[in-house]
């Protein structure tokens, strides 16, 4: 079985403000022991890292179970976990079409998830990890179909509730399901954009503040972006579901960076461009995703870019048959050092080669130019990540001291260490030129030479 290429779930997105100053109290065993605005709600003070199973199961026939869930939690905790991976998500497909008629609770689907949440949620914590959970802004979840008109839930054309149905789907059930996800024990809520808005992000963040356990909160809204002036969330998505193609990487990186230029991400709060898919591109995949000659070179770069743009890192491929390519490129120490890094500066576009995105790979000797992103790093440090966007041969790129961050542009020295092949360049002084393979990265961390 391979990972999907491209969603075939047809879901909106927008943009995330997260101005809003809403007190929230977060309590442990009865105990508050934080005060603060939601903005600043001492949870992802840097980005996430985990795994979502959307990828490769989505929501056919052969969707995720608790054995496939299980399955990942326990390869993540032998050997992704000592690299900083702790979250296991779920993703669409978990509940069943219909909510409960009477109390208007979500409904497990017992088939893929016998022992049910509390369970499962046990399970993940007892290996020491974190259990996601998904939900939708409307009356059902999106992937999960709408109610049928005929259901006898209470859901049909009139809703005429009686002793059997007492829900309409026009009803929320923000405290209702924040309460149920709660007692379950979550960590984690992604909150999808079928049948809400606006309204839907604040209420269910506010909903999730009052259950009084800490719960990072990831929004895919599918609202107006002119909407999106006081909602909170932790981490927002900042395009569509990404696939698996050096393009749609690309293009996701790029919007990423033009959402920051109005939207900065940092503690606390994390643009996000969606999940890894490292492991999956080139493979041939449902959507439809085009072959690739140089998967693993498109992987690092997908992985170097998420993480100097301190993006949340969320696996979305298989973990139980990752190569020892894919392995070495997730648990990337100095790559995720960056990601990691105190500061939480997401990096920005410095130099473009005129790259376009989503145009077709060329098949003739066609130079798609070069790109240099950088950003600071605490400390007196910054990452920086040469791209070589041309797919018919290696390129030279320079760093000079314009693409630097103009925080860090006034050193006169850098130590610099390459992430991916470990090289360390002492006592450097810009301009520093190197050579990059075809659609591949040079990844640095410079530090001020002593």
Same mark, same amino acid.
């Given at each position: 079985?391979?990972?999907?290429?491209?969603?075939?779930?047809?879901?909106?997105?927008?943009?995330?403000?997260?101005?809003?100053?809403?007190?929230?109290?977060?309590?442990?065993?009865?105990?508050?022991?934080?005060?603060?605005?939601?903005?600043?709600?001492?949870?992802?003070?840097?980005?996430?890292?985990?795994?979502?199973?959307?990828?490769?199961?989505?929501?056919?026939?052969?969707?995720?179970?608790?054995?496939?869930?299980?399955?990942?939690?326990?390869?993540?905790?032998?050997?992704?976990?000592?690299?900083?991976?702790?979250?296991?998500?779920?993703?669409?497909?978990?509940?069943?079409?219909?909510?409960?008629?009477?109390?208007?609770?979500?409904?497990?689907?017992?088939?893929?998830?016998?022992?049910?949440?509390?369970?499962?949620?046990?399970?993940?914590? #007892?290996? %020491?990890?974190? /259990?996601?959970?998904?939900? &939708? !802004? @409307?009356? $059902?979840?999106?992937?999960? =179909?709408?109610?049928?008109?005929?259901?006898?839930?209470?859901?049909?054309?009139?809703?005429?509730?009686?002793?059997?149905?007492?829900?309409?789907?026009?009803?929320?059930?923000?405290?209702?399901?924040?309460?149920?996800?709660?007692?379950?024990?979550?960590?984690?809520?992604?909150?999808? #954009?079928? %049948?809400?808005? /606006?309204?839907?992000?604040? &209420? !269910? @963040?506010? $909903?999730?503040?009052?259950? =009084?356990?800490?719960?990072?909160?990831?929004?895919?809204?599918?609202?107006?972006?002119?909407?999106?002036?006081?909602?909170?969330?932790?981490?927002?998505?900042?395009?569509?579901?990404?696939?698996?193609?050096?393009?749609?990487?690309?293009?996701?990186?790029?919007?990423?960076?033009?959402?920051?230029?109005?939207?900065?991400?940092?503690?606390?709060?994390?643009?996000?461009?969606?999940?890894?898919?490292? =492991?999956?591109?080139?493979?041939?995949?449902?959507?439809?995703?085009?072959?690739?000659?140089?998967?693993?070179?498109?992987?690092?770069?997908?992985?170097?870019?998420?993480?100097?743009?301190?993006?949340?890192?969320?696996?979305?491929?298989?973990?139980?048959?990752?190569?020892?390519?894919?392995?070495?490129?997730?648990?990337?120490?100095?790559?995720?050092?960056?990601?990691?890094?105190?500061?939480?500066?997401?990096?920005?576009?410095?130099?473009?080669?005129?790259?376009?995105?989503?145009?077709?790979?060329?098949?003739?000797?066609?130079?798609?130019?070069?790109?240099?992103?950088?950003?600071?790093?605490?400390?007196?440090?910054?990452?920086?990540?040469?791209?070589?966007?041309?797919?018919n041969a290696s390129q030279v790129i320079?760093?000079?001291?314009?693409?630097?961050?103009?925080?860090?542009?006034?050193?006169?020295?850098?130590?610099?260490?390459?992430?991916?092949?470990?090289t360390v360049m002492p006592g450097v002084?810009?301009?520093?030129?190197?050579?990059?393979?075809?659609?591949?990265?040079?990844?640095?961390?410079?530090?001020?030479?002593?």
């Amino acid at each position: 079985m391979l990972c999907r290429g491209v969603s075939t779930r047809a879901r909106g997105w927008a943009f995330m403000w997260r101005s809003i100053a809403v007190v929230v109290s977060v309590s442990i065993g009865g105990s508050s022991i934080i005060s603060a605005t939601a903005e600043d709600n001492g949870l992802a003070l840097r980005p996430p890292m985990g795994w979502n199973p959307w990828n490769c199961w989505a929501n056919s026939g052969d969707g995720v179970t608790e054995g496939i869930v299980m399955a990942a939690a326990r390869v993540m905790a032998a050997k992704l976990k000592p690299s900083g991976y702790e979250y296991i998500n779920l993703d669409c497909g978990w509940s069943t079409k219909h909510r409960d008629p009477v109390t208007g609770t979500l409904l497990v689907n017992s088939t893929r998830f016998p022992s049910g949440m509390k369970s499962l949620a046990d399970q993940i914590h #007892g290996l %020491g990890l974190k /259990f996601g959970m998904y939900g &939708a !802004m @409307g009356y $059902a979840q999106c992937c999960s =179909g709408s109610a049928d008109q005929n259901a006898t839930d209470g859901s049909g054309p009139g809703c005429n509730k009686d002793a059997k149905h007492k829900v309409c789907r026009n009803e929320t059930f923000y405290d209702r399901d924040a309460k149920l996800w709660a007692s379950w024990e979550i960590d984690l809520l992604k909150f999808d #954009g079928c %049948g809400g808005g /606006f309204s839907s992000v604040a &209420a !269910m @963040g506010s $909903a999730l503040n009052a259950t =009084g356990r800490p719960i990072v909160y990831s929004v895919h809204g599918s609202v107006k972006q002119d909407e999106m002036n006081t909602s909170l969330a932790n981490m927002w998505r900042t395009g569509p579901d990404i696939g698996a193609s050096y393009e749609q990487v690309l293009d996701r990186a790029m919007i990423a960076n033009t959402v920051d230029a109005y939207l900065r991400g940092g503690p606390g709060g994390w643009n996000d461009p969606d999940m890894l898919q490292v =492991g999956n591109i080139g493979r041939k995949a449902n959507g439809g995703s085009p072959p690739s000659l140089y998967p693993e070179a498109e992987g690092r770069t997908q992985f170097a870019l998420w993480c100097i743009l301190k993006s949340p890192l969320l696996i979305g491929s298989f973990l139980h048959n990752m190569t020892d390519a894919t392995f070495a490129t997730l648990t990337n120490k100095v790559a995720i050092g960056v990601n990691q890094d105190v500061l939480g500066e997401q990096a920005v576009l410095r130099k473009d080669g005129g790259w376009v995105p989503d145009k077709p790979r060329p098949t003739t000797n066609v130079a798609y130019g070069y790109q240099i992103w950088s950003g600071a790093l605490a400390n007196g440090g910054a990452a920086v990540v040469l791209a070589n966007l041309d797919g018919n041969a290696s390129q030279v790129i320079t760093l000079t001291n314009n693409e630097m961050p103009s925080s860090r542009r006034g050193n006169a020295k850098w130590d610099i260490t390459e992430a991916f092949t470990g090289t360390v360049m002492p006592g450097v002084v810009l301009p520093k030129e190197t050579t990059v393979g075809r659609h591949d990265i040079a990844m640095w961390v410079l530090r001020p030479a002593v």
